[in-house]
């Protein structure tokens, strides 16, 4: 007895100790790319989604300035990102990137320079491959140490790195390359990588990058946004402070969806731990876009310290339940109606995670009210087609 005991004490030493020797590995893994950033999803705004290429540095710069003047910075979002569309197409004689002369003559530092000032940080775009998406400048293929010291010197806080044109090789051999090389570059870079999911990044994109993109481009309409949500959710399970899935920026704003749609992106990016990451034009906003991109309360679900991204808890038919554990015993689900007709829908205590006999408070995060009554085993919201409800459930016994 006594002897079979020792030998299952050591078993389960022996086990502890794989468990460590695996966590050390994992670690190490991970520290391929150890800049600390993105412990919460990285919040501020990209060009592509409104303006392609269509891009210069006084856009840049007013972009900048109406993150501060509308108060969305002091909110989070703290990034101003250029995509595609920067550099000349050729390097210069040393090979260097060149910024384009005609749309950025000042050169990306004095750019950097710029948004550094008003407390912001400035992302730009590269391609692991010859050539980016647009064909019209560059990509790092080759070039990955250089164009990570340059964008460096720049003051570079961002680097979005796409998958076009590339030599036919896989992404886990082109994208390391690169994150290795803004290791050394001397300045903490966040790393998102654009490989659009097509060989399921998640799996391997945490010891390389702080996100990584799980679809393909979303345009600004109801079936490619809740698609790409849908992509996304698969994932959920690798989404953690450091690393986050990235079902690409936002549309809100922009002109193609409802209200109610757009509410629903909104929610969904939240609750989903992605990127928030603006695409429209922050110049010139309408007061029904601000309302649904700084409310507070939608971004501290995205910004929770825990960084659990939410899983789909209940499909039926076109009625989904989606939730996410938050820090301090609450819980954020998501009510969502994806049919065409209003919709009664109900949230269960046994698909969410909490005990059927918990009392818990509902604050509905759109309507910026905790509603009247408490709940025990379950809520039922009534939804308008294309539309969803936030809570946040805080057990109260
Ligand atoms: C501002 O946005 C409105 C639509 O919301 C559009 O009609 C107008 O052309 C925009 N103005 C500029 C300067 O882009
Ligand atoms: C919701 O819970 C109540 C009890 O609090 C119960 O009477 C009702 O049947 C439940 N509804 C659904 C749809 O589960």
Same mark, same amino acid.
């Given at each position: 007895m006594g002897k079979r005991r020792c030998v299952v004490a050591a078993l389960a030493a022996i086990m502890l100790m794989m468990e460590l020797a695996a966590l050390t590995v994992a670690e190490n893994r991970r520290s391929m790319l150890s800049n600390g950033l993105g412990m919460t999803p990285p919040m501020g705004w990209n060009s592509w989604n409104h303006f392609g290429c269509n891009i210069d540095e006084k856009m840049i710069r007013e972009t900048a300035d109406a993150l501060v003047s509308t108060g969305l910075s002091k909110l989070g979002y703290e990034y101003v990102n250029i995509d595609d569309? %920067? &550099? /000349?197409?050729s390097r210069d004689d040393k090979g260097n990137l060149v910024p384009k002369k005609s749309t950025f003559p000042s050169g990306i530092k004095a750019l950097a320079d710029y948004v550094h000032k008003k407390g912001l940080k400035l992302g730009i775009y590269s391609d692991a491959g010859y050539f980016t998406c647009s064909r019209r400048m560059p990509g790092s293929l080759g070039y990955e140490e250089q164009d990570a010291k340059t964008f460096a010197s720049w003051g570079i806080d961002y680097l979005k790195y796409d998958n076009c044109?590339?030599?036919?090789?896989?992404p886990t051999q082109r994208y390391p390359v690169m994150t290795r090389a803004l290791m050394k570059a001397g300045r903490p870079i966040f790393f998102s990588l654009c490989e659009w999911g097509d060989m399921h990044p998640? /799996? %391997?994109?945490a010891p390389l990058g702080n996100s990584w993109r799980t679809t393909n481009d979303i345009s600004d309409n109801w079936e490619s946004m809740i698609s790409r949500a849908d992509q996304n959710e698969i @994932? &959920? /399970? @690798? &989404?953690r402070p450091g690393g986050w899935n990235d079902p690409d920026m936002l549309e809100v704003g922009n002109g193609g969806m409802t209200k109610d749609e757009y509410i629903v992106h909104f929610s969904l990016w939240a609750i989903s731990k992605a990127p928030l990451l603006l695409g429209c034009d922050i110049r010139n906003m309408t007061r029904e876009t601000m309302d649904i991109i700084t409310n507070k309360e939608v971004i501290a679900v995205n910004q929770d310290p825990y960084g659990f991204q939410a899983k789909k808890v209940r499909m039926e038919g076109d009625q989904e339940i989606w939730s996410a554990p938050l820090s301090g015993y609450k819980i954020a689900v998501v009510l969502l109606n994806r049919g065409p007709v209003r919709y009664s829908t109900t949230a269960r205590w046994d698909d969410i995670g909490l005990d059927p006999k918990t009392v818990v408070q509902a604050r509905d995060l759109w309507e910026h009210k905790t509603l009247k009554t408490t709940f025990v085993g379950n809520l039922t919201a009534t939804l308008r087609p294309h539309s969803c409800k936030l809570y946040v459930l805080k057990p109260i016994a």
């Open positions: 569309c %920067w &550099a /000349e197409i044109n590339n030599d036919g090789s896989k998640a /799996e %391997w994109g @994932y &959920a /399970e @690798y &989404a």
